[in-house]
């Protein structure tokens, strides 16, 4: 597999891996496998929703909480 990128893009990649001690293909890697794994949870989200309804702002905050997560701050 071969790609193309912007030379600017390119460089900060560049850059990002070599902060994070990897090469620049298990960065592009890991990049995408994130980025693969957010889009499978949009889409299992959308299912979801489809078929059951919106989640409701009590359901997200309750969800966080079990998560551990911080509520985002609100106006964003």
Known sequence: MSISLDPELGEDIRVAAE???MSVSAW???A???RLR???LG???A???AKHGAITP???ARARLELGLRA???GR
């Open 43 to 45: 889409d299992f989200l």
């Open 58 to 60: 009590d359901e997200l």
């Open 32 to 34: 995408a496998r994130v």
């Open 19 to 21: 902060r994070a001690g």
């Open 38 to 40: 957010r889009q499978a």
């Open 72 to 74: 985002k701050p609100r």
């Open 28 to 30: 592009l890697a890991e």
């Open 47 to 49: 299912q979801w929703q």
